[in-house]
Protein backbone atom coordinates (compact mmCIF):
# COMPACT_ATOMS: atom_id res chain seq x y z
CA UNK A 1 0.00 0.00 0.00
CA UNK A 2 1.19 3.59 -1.07
CA UNK A 3 1.57 5.95 2.20
CA UNK A 4 1.21 9.28 1.57
CA UNK A 5 2.77 12.40 3.62
CA UNK A 6 1.04 15.70 3.53
CA UNK A 7 1.82 18.96 5.45
CA UNK A 8 -0.39 18.92 8.77
CA UNK A 9 -1.51 22.79 7.83
CA UNK A 10 -1.35 25.52 5.72
CA UNK A 11 -2.35 29.07 6.01
CA UNK A 12 -3.61 31.04 3.15
CA UNK A 13 -5.38 34.62 2.69
CA UNK A 14 -8.06 34.91 -0.16
CA UNK A 15 -7.64 35.11 -3.41
CA UNK A 16 -3.83 33.30 -3.36
CA UNK A 17 -2.70 30.05 -4.74
CA UNK A 18 -2.45 27.78 -2.64
CA UNK A 19 0.09 24.84 -3.57
CA UNK A 20 -0.14 21.45 -1.11
CA UNK A 21 2.11 18.63 -1.90
CA UNK A 22 1.87 15.46 -1.48
CA UNK A 23 4.61 12.45 -1.14
CA UNK A 24 4.31 8.96 -2.19
CA UNK A 25 7.57 7.39 -2.68
CA UNK A 26 6.19 3.64 -2.80
CA UNK A 27 3.43 4.29 -5.71
CA UNK A 28 2.78 1.31 -7.78
CA UNK A 29 2.57 1.07 -11.50
CA UNK A 30 -1.04 1.29 -11.48
CA UNK A 31 -1.72 3.76 -9.17
CA UNK A 32 -3.81 6.62 -9.72
CA UNK A 33 -3.06 9.96 -7.37
CA UNK A 34 -6.79 11.21 -6.67
CA UNK A 35 -6.77 14.41 -4.09
CA UNK A 36 -10.41 15.06 -1.62
CA UNK A 37 -11.64 17.37 -0.01
CA UNK A 38 -13.47 17.48 3.29
CA UNK A 39 -15.70 19.64 5.23
CA UNK A 40 -16.73 18.78 8.85
CA UNK A 41 -19.43 16.55 9.31
CA UNK A 42 -19.44 15.73 5.37
CA UNK A 43 -18.39 13.12 3.10
CA UNK A 44 -15.05 13.73 1.42
CA UNK A 45 -15.44 15.33 -2.28
CA UNK A 46 -13.31 14.49 -5.24
CA UNK A 47 -11.15 16.83 -6.74
CA UNK A 48 -8.89 15.70 -9.33
CA UNK A 49 -7.35 12.85 -10.25
CA UNK A 50 -4.32 12.17 -12.56
CA UNK A 51 -1.64 9.51 -13.59
CA UNK A 52 1.05 11.51 -14.77
CA UNK A 53 2.24 15.47 -15.63
CA UNK A 54 -0.76 17.32 -15.55
CA UNK A 55 -4.58 17.81 -15.13
CA UNK A 56 -6.45 20.46 -14.91
CA UNK A 57 -10.41 21.26 -14.04
CA UNK A 58 -12.29 23.88 -13.21
CA UNK A 59 -11.25 23.83 -9.75
CA UNK A 60 -8.18 22.61 -9.21
CA UNK A 61 -4.63 21.55 -11.02
CA UNK A 62 -2.86 18.28 -10.37
CA UNK A 63 1.21 18.14 -11.24
CA UNK A 64 2.83 15.18 -11.27
CA UNK A 65 6.56 15.04 -11.97
CA UNK A 66 8.13 12.29 -14.47
CA UNK A 67 9.04 9.71 -11.43
CA UNK A 68 5.17 10.29 -9.82
CA UNK A 69 6.56 9.92 -6.10
CA UNK A 70 5.34 13.25 -5.51
CA UNK A 71 1.81 15.28 -6.21
CA UNK A 72 0.94 18.95 -6.01
CA UNK A 73 -2.42 19.77 -5.93
CA UNK A 74 -2.75 23.41 -7.00
CA UNK A 75 -6.23 25.59 -5.76
CA UNK A 76 -6.20 29.40 -7.97
CA UNK A 77 -7.57 32.42 -6.07
CA UNK A 78 -8.85 30.25 -2.45
CA UNK A 79 -11.57 32.06 -1.05
CA UNK A 80 -12.43 31.44 2.54
CA UNK A 81 -14.91 28.79 1.41
CA UNK A 82 -11.94 26.49 0.46
CA UNK A 83 -11.22 25.95 4.31
CA UNK A 84 -11.10 22.60 4.73
CA UNK A 85 -9.18 19.15 5.19
CA UNK A 86 -7.61 18.36 1.86
CA UNK A 87 -6.41 14.28 0.88
CA UNK A 88 -4.15 12.97 -1.23
CA UNK A 89 -4.24 9.27 -2.14
CA UNK A 90 -3.02 6.52 -4.78
CA UNK A 91 -4.49 3.44 -5.31
CA UNK A 92 -5.44 2.03 -8.66
CA UNK A 93 -9.05 1.38 -7.94
CA UNK A 94 -11.50 -0.60 -6.68
CA UNK A 95 -10.09 -3.38 -4.49
CA UNK A 96 -10.36 -1.06 -1.36
CA UNK A 97 -6.93 0.21 -0.83
CA UNK A 98 -7.42 3.72 -0.53
CA UNK A 99 -5.78 4.72 2.93
CA UNK A 100 -6.96 7.95 4.17
CA UNK A 101 -3.45 9.55 5.64
CA UNK A 102 -4.02 12.70 8.18
CA UNK A 103 -4.71 14.91 5.03
CA UNK A 104 -3.42 18.72 5.20
CA UNK A 105 -5.87 20.80 7.01
CA UNK A 106 -6.08 24.24 4.80
CA UNK A 107 -7.21 27.82 6.38
CA UNK A 108 -8.10 30.84 4.37
CA UNK A 109 -8.14 33.95 6.28
CA UNK A 110 -9.68 37.52 4.54
CA UNK B 1 -24.33 12.99 -11.95
CA UNK B 2 -22.48 10.58 -9.24
CA UNK B 3 -24.67 10.91 -6.33
CA UNK B 4 -24.04 8.97 -3.64
CA UNK B 5 -26.83 9.38 -0.58
CA UNK B 6 -27.03 7.51 2.99
CA UNK B 7 -30.03 7.70 5.41
CA UNK B 8 -30.30 8.69 8.14
CA UNK B 9 -27.89 11.67 8.05
CA UNK B 10 -27.75 11.48 11.43
CA UNK B 11 -28.90 8.69 14.36
CA UNK B 12 -29.09 8.52 18.29
CA UNK B 13 -29.71 5.18 20.24
CA UNK B 14 -29.39 3.16 23.29
CA UNK B 15 -26.63 0.93 23.93
CA UNK B 16 -27.30 -2.31 23.48
CA UNK B 17 -29.65 -1.65 20.40
CA UNK B 18 -28.85 -1.98 16.68
CA UNK B 19 -28.53 0.80 14.04
CA UNK B 20 -28.62 0.57 10.06
CA UNK B 21 -27.51 2.76 7.70
CA UNK B 22 -28.04 3.30 4.41
CA UNK B 23 -25.97 3.77 1.43
CA UNK B 24 -27.32 4.30 -2.47
CA UNK B 25 -25.91 5.50 -5.50
CA UNK B 26 -28.72 7.77 -7.12
CA UNK B 27 -27.61 7.68 -10.64
CA UNK B 28 -24.93 4.88 -11.11
CA UNK B 29 -24.12 1.26 -10.33
CA UNK B 30 -21.44 0.59 -8.12
CA UNK B 31 -20.65 -2.77 -8.17
CA UNK B 32 -18.27 -1.76 -4.88
CA UNK B 33 -18.85 0.32 -1.89
CA UNK B 34 -16.81 1.08 0.90
CA UNK B 35 -17.66 1.90 4.58
CA UNK B 36 -15.39 4.38 6.78
CA UNK B 37 -15.41 5.40 10.22
CA UNK B 38 -14.14 9.18 11.15
CA UNK B 39 -13.63 9.90 14.90
CA UNK B 40 -13.51 13.72 15.97
CA UNK B 41 -10.50 15.16 14.19
CA UNK B 42 -9.13 12.10 12.93
CA UNK B 43 -8.97 10.69 9.38
CA UNK B 44 -11.17 8.27 7.77
CA UNK B 45 -10.53 4.68 8.80
CA UNK B 46 -11.43 1.89 5.97
CA UNK B 47 -13.87 -0.55 7.63
CA UNK B 48 -14.63 -2.76 4.94
CA UNK B 49 -15.39 -3.18 1.37
CA UNK B 50 -18.76 -4.59 0.10
CA UNK B 51 -19.58 -5.98 -3.51
CA UNK B 52 -22.55 -6.59 -4.81
CA UNK B 53 -23.79 -10.39 -4.26
CA UNK B 54 -20.97 -11.36 -2.13
CA UNK B 55 -19.92 -10.90 1.56
CA UNK B 56 -18.27 -8.31 2.40
CA UNK B 57 -14.14 -7.90 2.98
CA UNK B 58 -13.20 -6.54 6.61
CA UNK B 59 -10.19 -4.58 7.75
CA UNK B 60 -7.95 -5.87 10.52
CA UNK B 61 -9.60 -5.00 13.52
CA UNK B 62 -12.99 -4.09 12.20
CA UNK B 63 -15.42 -6.94 13.87
CA UNK B 64 -17.33 -8.33 11.38
CA UNK B 65 -20.12 -9.91 13.52
CA UNK B 66 -20.59 -6.31 15.13
CA UNK B 67 -21.08 -4.24 11.70
CA UNK B 68 -23.03 -5.83 9.57
CA UNK B 69 -22.88 -4.93 5.86
CA UNK B 70 -24.91 -6.13 3.49
CA UNK B 71 -24.70 -5.52 -0.40
CA UNK B 72 -27.87 -6.84 -2.01
CA UNK B 73 -27.99 -4.38 -5.00
CA UNK B 74 -25.96 -2.50 -7.46
CA UNK B 75 -27.23 0.69 -6.11
CA UNK B 76 -27.35 -0.40 -2.24
CA UNK B 77 -25.31 -1.08 0.63
CA UNK B 78 -26.23 -1.21 4.63
CA UNK B 79 -23.94 -1.39 7.36
CA UNK B 80 -25.56 -2.26 10.64
CA UNK B 81 -24.47 -1.58 14.19
CA UNK B 82 -25.28 -4.29 16.37
CA UNK B 83 -25.63 -4.33 19.92
CA UNK B 84 -24.32 -0.72 19.99
CA UNK B 85 -22.19 0.92 22.44
CA UNK B 86 -20.95 4.06 23.56
CA UNK B 87 -17.51 3.63 21.52
CA UNK B 88 -19.36 2.83 18.53
CA UNK B 89 -20.34 6.59 18.09
CA UNK B 90 -18.61 8.31 15.39
CA UNK B 91 -19.37 9.43 12.17
CA UNK B 92 -19.72 6.56 9.32
CA UNK B 93 -19.40 7.35 5.85
CA UNK B 94 -20.12 5.04 2.57
CA UNK B 95 -18.69 5.34 -1.07
CA UNK B 96 -19.32 4.08 -4.82
CA UNK B 97 -16.94 2.89 -7.22
CA UNK B 98 -18.87 3.96 -10.41
CA UNK B 99 -17.72 1.20 -13.25
CA UNK B 100 -16.09 -2.61 -12.63
CA UNK B 101 -12.60 -3.36 -13.68
CA UNK B 102 -11.41 0.06 -14.66
CA UNK B 103 -7.93 1.41 -14.01
CA UNK B 104 -8.93 4.87 -13.49
CA UNK B 105 -11.91 5.67 -11.29
CA UNK B 106 -13.30 8.46 -8.73
CA UNK B 107 -14.60 7.31 -5.58
CA UNK B 108 -17.56 9.53 -4.62
CA UNK B 109 -18.92 9.64 -0.84
CA UNK B 110 -22.09 9.82 0.76
CA UNK B 111 -22.72 12.83 3.24
CA UNK B 112 -21.84 10.34 6.33
CA UNK B 113 -23.99 9.40 8.79
CA UNK B 114 -23.94 10.71 12.52
CA UNK B 115 -24.15 7.73 14.99
CA UNK B 116 -24.69 9.10 19.02
CA UNK B 117 -24.65 5.65 21.06
CA UNK B 118 -26.32 6.94 24.68
Known amino acids: LAKTTQPISMDSYEGQEVNITCSHNNIATNDYITWYQQFPSQGPRFIIQ???TKVTNEVASLFIPADRKSSTLSLPRVSLSDTAVYYC???????????FGKGTKLSVKP | GAVVSQHPSWVICKSGTSVKIECRSLDFQATTMFWYRQFPKQSLMLMAT?????????EQGVEKDKFLINHASLTLSTLTVTSAHPEDSSFYICSAVQGAGVRSYEQYFGPGTRLTVT
Open chain 1, 50 to 52: GYK
Open chain 1, 89 to 99: LVGDGGQGNLI
Open chain 2, 50 to 58: SNEGSKATY
